[in-house]
């Protein structure tokens, strides 16, 4: 992660956008309410070769139940608005940290679910309604602001809604190199949820740089920082990390909990509006990123993310699907805003209103046990 987007992360009133403020800009409004309920309520299943997906394999596993699928997408809509505005570029890089917390609570210090600084419940309460767990960094908490419209919608429909427990924290990896891993897994085999959803940064933690020759650990550091180097890891050692969390997941589905897994979704520089901008102006918003050519780059880490998943009988869901179309990830939608918040994070209008793919958490939590 770039230093400028950890910045604004960690400390986002530094960042006040005096622009906005001043102008009091709208928000965009959302673009996807006829179709968030009916996928987040529907439960019954249809044929996974049915699902209507951007590339030719789908990324939920066959044996899941899925939805139709009559979603939105920004790669796929027609370019209505020809230019992205300055405003727009600038709001997009707002539009993320505080944003994504909105419409939660705070665990606190007493919480069965364990307690951190940054830790957050959606619907509190209603664990008779179905219980999800979810394990990651700010790439888990930048898809809140999906649960909060589904949560909305099913409030709004008065139908129930489970209760939601996010232990996130950023640049905090739930593998086996952070201490706080064990602690919450021994926290969800003790609260027994339906549901875990693990939504991290792989491309982070698992960089393996070392040089020809390097020892492996016996109990190997993940990377850190994503544009640092990572000279101490070695190919052993990402695989000892990927193993780990493996036995992690096939030993709560043992359990009977459904666990899903975002597996890790496109990204570039492209996506950054600052590299956009020109003084107050918009020089040139970049062509879409191709899917084939990212996923072709880091294959080496997607397919054993793929492979540790099904082996742990877990599914896959992957954002790029509800991001890309026909191979190419657009970086502004077709009203001219921006998909992305920097180079990797999804800003919160975009999860909220065009991440579709995360329904089948909710969905899963409500569904019997199998």
Not at 40 to 66: E, K, M, W
Not at 197 to 215: D, I, N
Request: charged share 20%; glycine share 4%.
């Amino acid at each position: 992660m770039s230093g400028v987007s950890l910045a604004v992360y960690s400390t986002p009133e530094a960042f006040s956008l005096t622009e906005l403020d001043l102008l009091q800009m709208d928000r965009p409004h959302d673009v996807s309410d006829g179709d968030v309920l009916a996928a987040a309520l529907d439960t019954s299943p249809i044929d996974a070769l049915h699902a209507q997906q951007s590339t030719g394999q789908p990324s939920v596993n066959a044996f899941t139940p899925l939805r139709s699928s009559r979603t939105k997408n920004p790669s796929r809509e027609p370019r209505n608005q020809a230019t992205t505005t300055y405003l727009q570029a600038i709001q997009a890089g707002k539009d993320m940290s505080t944003e994504w917390e909105k419409g939660l609570s705070f665990l606190n210090a007493t919480s069965p679910y364990g307690y951190h600084t940054h830790a957050q419940v959606l619907n509190p309460g209603h664990e008779a309604n179905g219980l999800v767990i979810v394990l990651g960094d700010s790439h888990a908490d930048m898809i809140k602001p999906r649960f909060v419209k589904l949560f909305e919608d099913a409030t709004a429909a008065h139908q129930p809604f489970p209760t939601m427990v996010f232990k996130t924290e950023f640049g905090r990896a739930p593998l086996s190199c952070q201490a706080a891993t064990n602690t919450d897994f021994a926290m969800v085999k003790a609260m027994k949820p339906q549901v875990v959803f693990y939504s991290f940064h792989w491309l982070q933690y698992l960089r393996p740089e070392a040089p020809v020759g390097t020892k492996d650990t016996a109990d190997p550091r993940c990377c850190k920082t994503l544009y640092d180097s990572c000279p101490f890891q070695t190919q052993a050692d990402a695989d000892e990390l990927l193993q780990r969390w493996q036995a992690q997941v096939q030993e709560l589905v043992a359990l009977g909990i459904r666990v899903f897994v975002a597996q890790q979704y496109v990204e570039n520089s492209k996506y950054y509006y600052v590299y956009w901008i020109e003084g107050d102006k918009v020089k040139a918003v970049p062509p879409p990123v191709l899917r084939h050519e990212f996923e072709s780059t880091h294959d080496h880490l997607l397919t054993a993310i793929a492979n540790a998943t099904h082996e742990a009988n877990a599914t896959l869901l992957n954002y790029s699907d509800n991001l890309c179309w026909d191979g190419e990830c657009q970086v502004v939608n077709g009203h001219g805003e921006p998909v992305y918040a920097d180079d990797n994070h999804i800003r919160a209008y975009i999860a909220r209103n065009y991440i579709s793919v995360v329904d089948h958490v909710v969905t899963a939590a409500r569904m019997p046990a199998t």
